[in-house]
Every structure is written in C-alpha cells, then in structure tokens.
C-alpha cells in the first residue's frame, strides 16, 4: 500500500464504477429511453449514489496534485501501486452495482 493516498481520485474513480455498472446492468439488453429515465432516477432518488457522486465531484481539482504528491512521496512504483488499487476498487464498485443494479 501506498503511503500517500490519492483520495479523491480514488472517490472519482469509484463513482465512475458505480455509475458503469448501472449503465452496464440496464443496457444488457439494448439502451432505450427507460434507460435513461432510470439512471436520472438514480441520479435524484438513490442517496449513496448522490453521496459518492458528490464526493467525487467536490475537490476533482486536487487529483492532479494529489497524483504529483504520489509521484513525489512514492516514486513511480508507488503511483503504479495506486493505479493498480485504484482499478481494483473500480472492478469492485463495477461489479457490486452490476448486482445491484
């Protein structure tokens, strides 16, 4: 594990999970109009997915720097382990919305 955590790219990169999996499960079997209509719905109505999304969303200006300061405490090894946490956590957070979903 890294000892520099890139916190908000970690948080963007889970929500982008979350939302691909949403997307992922309702197009299965094509994209039509009700699928748009339930993503705006859970855009609006789910709780944790507006959590996540406003985490995500609230300092995205800090990823470049949070990644410099991975780069500058770690080293390209340790910014190569982040991106490698980093894409777990997006197969995971893929994965629990594409159940859920």
């Known amino acids: 594990m890294s000892k520099h955590e ?3 790219l970690r948080e ?3 929500a982008l999970g979350d939302l691909g999996g949403f997307i992922a499960k309702r197009s299965i079997d094509g994209v039509d109009l009700g699928d748009a209509i339930a993503l705006m719905r859970q ?3 789910d709780d944790d997915f507006q959590k996540k999304f406003a985490a ?3 300092d995205i200006q800090k990823i470049p720097s949070e990644f410099a300061e991975e780069l500058r405490v770690d080293g390209v090894d340790g910014a190569i382990a982040e ?3 980093l894409g777990s956590a997006v197969v ?3 994965m629990k919305s594409f159940k859920e979903s």
């Open 6 to 8: 890139c916190k908000e």
């Open 12 to 14: 963007a990169v889970v």
């Open 43 to 45: 855009l609006f109505t």
């Open 56 to 58: 995500a969303v609230a």
């Open 83 to 85: 991106g490698f946490e």
């Open 92 to 94: 995971q957070e893929f």
